[in-house]
């Protein structure tokens, strides 16, 4: 499986949840070195949640 493959499967689980308290779920970086690529969850509190996916 691919990384980016990965990523789809969270973040569509993320959105398809549903949860009240999740307000934002996107994607990040290209996975370089310099930027893993990842998912940003932000909640009802303005707080972020990271799943970043590394090679």
């Not at 970086?29 to 590394?54: C, E, N, Y």
């Given at each position: 499986m691919e990384l980016t493959e990965v990523l789809d499967v969270f973040e569509r689980l993320f959105v398809a949840a549903g949860h009240p308290d999740i307000t934002e779920v996107?994607?990040?970086?290209?996975?370089?070195?310099?930027?893993?690529?990842?998912?940003?969850?932000?909640?009802?509190?303005?707080?972020?949640?990271?799943?970043?996916?590394?090679?």
């Open positions: 996107r994607r990040y970086g290209q996975g370089t070195d310099q930027s893993p690529a990842g998912i940003d969850v932000k909640d009802q509190r303005d707080a972020h949640m990271f799943l970043w996916v590394a090679n």
